[in-house]
């Protein structure tokens, strides 16, 4: 079984920058789309980001499009979202997953993945 360990969330100001890591075991990585995604208090969790098996393709939601950056490296089976111009609206809980499908490409669908990771707590203060 697959595990997910995210890293790298704390507290930062506005405009600051924060990278998330997450570090998968237990499978072929490079077999899996991945995804980033977010959840604040008391809203649903949010389709954030997701790349391709190769990494060649990416998807970004509108609220972070041009301001964050998901990559991978499928050598140390990590995917990574680097956040730059961080606001209070991107606070929230992250969390990344694996596509249920092996071979799959990555959605924007949260249904569509599993595991997930436990998440990792992003705060920016204004």
């Known amino acids: 079984q697959v595990q997910l360990v995210e890293s790298g969330g704390g507290l930062v100001q506005a405009g600051g920058s924060l990278r998330l890591s997450c570090a998968a075991s237990g499978r072929t990585f490079s077999s899996y789309a991945m995804g980033w995604f977010r959840q604040a208090p008391g809203k649903e969790r949010e389709f954030v980001s997701a790349?391709?098996?190769?990494?060649?393709?990416?998807y970004y939601a509108d609220s972070v499009k041009g301001r964050f950056t998901i990559s991978r490296d499928n050598a140390k089976n990590t995917v990574y979202l680097q956040m730059n111009s961080l606001k209070p609206e991107d606070t929230a809980v992250y969390y990344c997953?694996?596509?249920?499908?092996?071979?799959?490409?990555?959605?924007?669908?949260?249904?569509?993945?599993?595991?997930w990771g436990q998440g990792t707590q992003v705060t920016v203060s204004s």
């Open positions: 790349i391709s098996r190769s990494g060649g393709r990416t």
């Open positions: 997953a694996a596509r249920r499908s092996i071979f799959s490409g990555p959605t924007y669908d949260s249904q569509d993945y599993d595991p």
